[in-house]
Each structure stands twice: as structure tokens, then as C-alpha cells.
């Protein structure tokens, strides 16, 4: 949960980035500590096995003068993505502001994406919070690749609800859409507590639902039809 | 609408004033008070040293990963945690449900001293962290036009 320190003028929010082992969490977070001015973030810290895959979080803090006479600072976590490590993501997801959903455009991801997506809902309600009151953004990850599922197939699965987040087209090995998304959910947590109500919450992209798609392998059922 | 809760200038002041306190009684370098979450609630001491949110960040993993450990020997968790050091160490208690405290200490103190004086001081901040939620301290909101409308971060 967000608190605000009158006396250091700063206000501190947590966002987490979601998703399936080796959408680019971890990734993400690498990108953002490279290309941000080392004035307005600090180290990134990976607790990682020695094979690079995340075992407890990955944590990069970041500020930025955001919010009229206050430091804002915003904690950049990743879960770990294997499905072992579910009881690990319930802790990070602790006292969570923001979601980052981070999914692998893969065709072969996408029952994992689902899983994941699921399981984020699962772990949220553990909490007493619902997706629907967290500010959350969608990245279509991996854009780059040759075996992906087209962005309409995705939103079709994965943002098939009546109130649609945001979502981006990212690559996040290269940068592209990466600040989008990371500016986009902060937004709308700030917005969040605005005298006047949410921010404008449009999507990117807004492709047309499909009717009837059928992935190459098998159907994949979305979430909260 | 949300609102955040807030700590004011006094209850910072006094968060410091008890932090002050235990630390020269324990001759400690640093204390700090976090959420569970990993948010730095206060700070106090020589915290020039390191950086005071990723130690947050990382003793409330390091707090929350013992949970599952101490519930194995039929524990709730463990209430305080120390991680010693050549020179410097670390000892982390718990001070109410959603609190931890860490202090960081050299070797001109103990463990056992530092851990006499953080029992009673995290009853103190615990109070005063109670009083906070009864006196409706929560309820910091700011216009829309506070916020700046462009890139929050900008990619170099």
C-alpha cells in the first residue's frame, strides 16, 4: 500500500510485474535501470539462481518529481514466473498498487498466460483486492518474434472484460513500449487518488474482439468471459 | 476515490524520537521502520551508508520467506531475525502485524543489547503506529492538475 511522509515530502507506491515464467519480467526491469539517469533510480536488485531465473524478486526503485512539492517513488518488482513459486509471488504481491501483466505473444505461451493471468486474480483475492480495483496494464511481450499469436487473438484471451486495460505491443529486449507501459500504470495509481476520480483508462490498441479464433493447437479458454 | 495514508510532520517526529532514542541506548547505526510490503514507514541514523529502500525491500522478502520455516517447527513466524556479519549485522523484529522494524549495528554494540532495547521500542512504535489508525491520520488526496500530464519516466 502506498504511504505518504510529510516530513521528507515523499510518496512511495509498489508495482509489480506479472506473468509466466520468462515472459521478460526481469527484462523489463533490466531495460528501465539501463536507460533511466542513475539520479532517478537505484541499483537493480535480482535474487536469481545461477541459471538467471528469478527465485524471490527482482527490485528496482525509481523516483520522480510527479506529483506537485512531492518525491514520488515507485518500487519495480518481478515475481518469480515458475509455477513453483507461487507461495513467493503472494509475498511480493503484498501491499501491491500497480500490475504490470506481462504476457509471451508465443503461441505455445498462451495456456501459460492464461494460468498466470488466473493466478494473479487468485493471489489478488487472497489479499481482499480484486483486479478490478488495481490499476493494471497489459504488455503483449516478444513482438519480435516470427511465432506469435496476433494482438486481437491476445486481447481475446487476456482482456476480454467489460472494463479493458490498456495493453502494448512490447519488445522488451530491444525497449520498445517499455516506458509506455511503465508511464501508463503510474498514471493511472496516481489518478487513483485524485479528487477527481480515475484516469482515462483507453487502450492503446483496440482491436476487435474476434468471434471465433482457434489457436494453432489446441482452445484456450479466456478469462472472465 | 482512494486516499493514502499519510504521516505528518509530528508523527514523523515522533517515530524519529523513539528511533533516536534506541538507537543510543543500543548503540546501533540505523533503524528503520518498514510495512510488510517493503515501504519505508521511518528512518533514523547514519542511513548515508546504504540504500534504505532495497534494505526494506529486501529484510521484508527476507522476513516474509522465514514465515514458512518457522510455521515447519509449529510457529507463527519468527519475530525477530539476525544476520551477522564480520563487521556489521543486522537484526530485524517484528512490530505488529503489518510492521517490521531493522536495525543495523557495528561492533561497537551486541546483538543482545540491540535486542533488549527493539522489544521495547517496537512496542512504542506500535502504539504510536495504532494511534495513527484510530486518530484518522489516512486521507491524502491531491487534484488531477498536481500530476504531471506528460511522460512520468523518460527513456534516454
Known sequence: MSIINYASREIQFKIVYYGPALCGKTTNLAYIHERMSPSHRGDLVSLATSADRTLFFDFLPVNAVVIKGFVTKFQLYTVPGQVIYNATRQLVLRSVDGVVFVADSQWEKMEENVESFKNLEENLTQQNLSIAEIPYVLQYNKRDLTNIAPINYLEFLLNNRKKRAQSFEVVSSTGQNVFASLNAVSQMLLHKFCKQGEAPSSASVTPAIPSEIVPPSRSIRPINL | ?156
Open chain 2, 1 to 156: 476515490m482512494n486516499s493514502i495514508p499519510a504521516l505528518t510532520i509530528e508523527h514523523v517526529a515522533s517515530l524519529d524520537g523513539i528511533l533516536a532514542d534506541f538507537l543510543k541506548k543500543a548503540d546501533a547505526d540505523l533503524a528503520v521502520v518498514i510495512d510488510r510490503g517493503g515501504n519505508v514507514i521511518s528512518q533514523y541514523g547514519d542511513f548515508a551508508i546504504l540504500d534504505v529502500t532495497i534494505i526494506a525491500a529486501l529484510a521484508a522478502g527476507s522476513f516474509a520467506a522465514t514465515r514458512e520455516l518457522a510455521r515447519r517447527i509449529g510457529e507463527v513466524e519468527f519475530n525477530a531475525l539476525y544476520h551477522q556479519g564480520n563487521g556489521n549485522h543486522i537484526f530485524m523484529n517484528s512490530v505488529d502485524e503489518n510492521t517490521i522494524m531493522i536495525t543495523v549495528f557495528g561492533p561497537r554494540t551486541t546483538v543482545g543489547l540491540v535486542r533488549f532495547y527493539s522489544a521495547a521500542t517496537a512496542a512504542a512504535v506500535a502504539e504510536l503506529l495504532m494511534s495513527l489508525e484510530t486518530s484518522g491520520a489516512h486521507g491524502f488526496t491531491f487534484e488531477a492538475n498536481d500530476v504531471t500530464a506528460g511522460p512520468i519516466f523518460i527513456d534516454r
